[in-house]
């Protein structure tokens, strides 16, 4: 069964650096896209960043400041996040989307709160 955990969230000052850690199991990481959504009070969820066998992309806002990666020998994708700001406090969320006979099927992990804040 498909299951992500994500962990590493936090309170951190601005300017500061938190890495948030999403857990999978039910499957291999190396071989799907994977990605990192967050959600802030009364917005709609949005995508941080990306990672693919083709490389990594990051949305605009956090671009320079964010780093996707995976660490495939612990089945573990990972948010580095640096330079950080009050506008980045959110649930960080990781998700990923498999394949199975021509349907899609969608995966969450519980997520993670983050909030940055002096």
């Known amino acids: 069964q498909v299951q992500l955990v994500e962990s590493g969230g936090g309170l951190v000052q601005p300017g500061g ?21 967050r959600q802030a009070p009364g917005k709609e969820r949005a ?7 083709g490389g990594d992309s990051y949305a605009d806002t956090v671009k320079g400041r964010f780093t996707i990666s995976r660490a495939n020998g612990k089945n573990t994708v990972y948010l580095q996040m640096n330079s950080l700001k009050t506008e980045d406090t959110a649930v960080y969320y990781c998700y990923t989307r498999h394949s199975y006979s021509g349907r899609w099927s969608d995966y969450w992990g519980q997520g993670t709160q983050v909030t940055v804040s002096s």
Request: charged share 5%.
């Open 17 to 37: 650096s938190l890495r948030l850690s999403c857990a999978a199991s039910g499957f291999t990481v190396s071989s799907y896209t994977m990605r990192w959504y």
């Open 47 to 53: 995508l941080v960043a990306q990672i693919t066998a």
